[in-house]
Nanobody
């Protein structure tokens, strides 16, 4: 079982950048399919980005070219670098993990595929 703890959220002006971290404990991030999800008030949770144990990455169309998901196995941490943020990016961001996701290319963005979740970190966009 892996425990996940996000950090790095906060207020940022439009056009700004943030790097979110998801520190894992109890197991190595290298063993997991891991994803970043976000949920804004009144909206459904949506998948933002994901990475496979082999390091292959997936992104939602809305963040391609602006967000980058990476991991540091030595630090046992998943990251989400977010650049050129806009008001639509404001949300609670959570990281998630699972040991097995079939057809990752299709299901990476489906929250039901992930068993382990962190508490989330809030991202606010304001001038």
């Amino acid at each position: 079982q892996v425990l996940l703890l996000e950090s790095g959220g906060g207020p940022v002006p439009p056009g700004g950048s943030l790097r979110l971290s998801c520190a894992a404990s109890g197991d190595s991030v290298a063993n997991y399919y891991m994803g970043w999800f976000r949920q804004a008030p009144g909206n459904e949770r949506e998948g933002v980005a994901a990475i496979t144990p082999g390091g292959y990455t997936y992104y939602a169309d809305s963040v391609k070219g602006r967000f980058t998901v990476t991991r540091d196995i030595s630090k046992n941490t998943l990251y989400l670098q977010m650049n050129n943020l806009n008001p639509e990016d404001a949300a609670m961001y959570s990281c998630a993990a699972d040991t097995s996701i079939s057809i990752m290319s299709i299901r990476w963005h489906q929250s039901a595929e992930y068993k382990y979740w962190g508490q989330g970190t809030q991202v606010t966009i304001s001038p």
